[in-house]
């Protein structure tokens, strides 16, 4: 990265200049194995007994700060236990940093706290540890929330981004695009007439039924910033593979795909935050999806595409009519400040 | 705290409105015992085995990012790491939350990132997770860090505030005020003739000398934001003890003493990063005093004081003269943003 650049917010938007900037300045300093699995969490052996843990972190800058059917706060609590169920992990532990514009209301603090604890008790997880920082007004944006998760890791589970296998059934628990565009008509003071909110939700006990029913399951990923589109990227660089995509199958909010379709959006691309995609071996793709049904988050769960050897590391999109084309990594911005 | 009660700096000074809004609002909202425990980190048994995990957050807002002795970065690494060991812990691992304001320097943020891995390195521990997020031009303030870290504790160490007790004698390893003054006389453009740095430092290697030699020490605590005196009251409250404080064998770095005359402030109450104070029963303080002095990062430590049984929960300060009064409380906001 030229030394001369200056941080856009197309470097925090999860796509294309997200990656560069995580390889060229995170990765180059922090070099070590466990950063370069690019994984949701880091996975991790204890010193002493056979437990592993898993160990992830996610800020939150969403605007606005409350937004339809969620805030910052629930959304930062099931971020981070979302990051911990990707690995397989039961998720225990939250540690909450805040950093406080002064001049913020303590009512809304307030509010914010009490939603992060309704939020983590339907989790199942403690948050057990926080720091509270305030800066002068002007310096933020309200409230900034950073949320750090430990969770644990049976024996046996070994699910990362770089186990996408050639022939692995490619599963959807839910439609897609409804948080981001929840947020955005919120943002912009769009008023359409939809009942649209935000999908936020726990994943943790849907990926505890998915792996009972389907143990050799190689990769879980929420598609949260970035959208679908952008996981599958990820998860295609990670294990070398291509990723075969048939949008026809592709389940999108009905609201949102209306919200899309007028602004121009493509919902592949809208941050979601309780979506999921699962990679799993053709001999359990059933038992998979019929787990995933039987859960009040997976009623709409579909298998959406499939995993080729080839093309490495890209994404081919199979349209409605049979055409089959590259579909493009995230490039510059599409919502920013969406989660 | 009433509900239309806004912000303000003090409540991020680390003082008593910080404890107000920590009571009121968060330990409020997620009320559960470790959080109650008011520990540097919190305490964790694993699902399975004989471990236990210490686990912490701290956010880093510091102003100016770079100054004498340090940076956000090593600030932000050190400050995790320091609190784990606090709590008896060997830091392990790391992951950072980044808030990037936009136009913030790529070149900055990689000084930042490469001065978290030396620091990290210097520590022995790992940062094996983050998170980037960008934020508009005029929302933030550069850049923000909170860094949340796991460490282990070995089995027999406990080490916690709320152990210290009447009769245990108060040790402190380093000169006090250092950091607050480097980073406050850089911030106001103060050209004092000193070499007055940050003295930020990873104390996990010392604490276990510290713990070899003296191993039923009962509280260790860094005193960083809100300074000397702050640690002592939150300690005097957390284990219903008083503490005695003796003036005149409290060491000040003399550099940051003269910054202090010349302003007006009270070094008891200027932030530390490399200093913190241990509670050792009478027997092992001879033995805890020399392993501190016999460590680079205790060469000037010092008895500063002892536990009573009263007045519980307040701090006794005895000048120089022998008079004895109580030592406030921190009130408003000494230094905002000095870590």
Redesign the interface.
């Known amino acids: 990265?030229?030394?001369?650049?200056?941080?856009?917010?197309?470097?925090?938007?999860g796509g294309q200049m997200?990656a560069r900037?995580?390889r060229e300045?995170?990765a180059?300093?922090?070099h070590?194995e466990?950063?370069a699995r690019l994984n949701d969490?880091?996975l991790?052996p204890?010193?002493?007994?056979?437990?592993r843990?898993a160990?992830?972190?996610?800020?939150?800058?969403v605007q606005p700060l409350f937004f339809p059917g969620g805030d910052i706060g629930e959304l930062a609590v099931f971020g981070t236990v979302n990051d911990l169920a990707m690995m397989g992990a039961?998720p225990?532990?939250l540690?909450?940093?805040?950093?406080?514009?002064?001049?913020?209301?303590?009512?809304d603090?307030?509010r914010v706290?009490?939603s992060?604890?309704r939020a983590?008790a339907r989790a199942g997880v403690?948050?057990?540890?926080?720091?509270?920082?305030?800066?002068?007004k002007?310096?933020?944006?309200g409230l900034?929330i950073?949320v750090?998760g430990?969770g644990?890791v049976p024996a046996g589970v070994a699910v990362e981004a770089g186990r996408a296998h050639p022939g692995d059934v490619v599963l959807v628990n839910a439609p897609i695009a409804a948080h981001g565009m929840a947020v955005m008509l919120q943002r912009e003071g769009l008023q359409l007439e939809s009942d649209l909110e935000s999908d936020a939700a726990p994943l943790n006990e849907i990926v505890m039924a998915l792996l009972d029913a389907a143990p050799r399951t190689h990769t879980l990923r929420d598609a949260t910033r970035g959208g679908l589109a952008t996981v599958l990227h990820e998860i295609a660089r990670a294990a070398g593979v291509g990723i075969l995509l048939r949008e026809a199958e592709v389940p999108v909010h009905p609201a949102a795909a209306d919200a899309c379709a007028l602004l121009g959006l493509d919902p592949l691309y809208v941050a979601n935050e309780g979506v999921f995609v699962a990679f799993v071996p053709p001999d359990e793709a059933g038992d998979a999806l019929a787990a995933l049904r039987a859960h009040p988050l997976g009623r709409q769960a579909r298998a959406v595409g499939e995993v080729l050897a080839e093309p490495v590391g890209q994404v081919v999109l199979e349209t409605p009519l049979g055409a089959r084309r590259l579909l493009p990594p995230l490039g510059g911005n599409l919502l920013?400040?969406i989660c």
């Open positions: 990265m030229v030394r001369q650049e200056h941080i856009t917010l197309a470097h925090g938007a997200t900037l995580i300045v995170f180059a300093a922090f070590n466990t950063l969490a880091a991790l204890l010193p002493q007994g056979e437990g843990l160990f992830s972190t996610d800020g939150h800058v039961r225990l532990w540690a909450a940093s805040f950093i406080i514009e002064a001049g913020f209301p303590v009512a603090l307030q706290a009490e992060m604890a983590a403690q948050l057990v540890a926080g720091d509270t920082k305030v800066v002068e002007g310096k933020a944006d900034y950073s750090a430990v644990w920013p400040r």
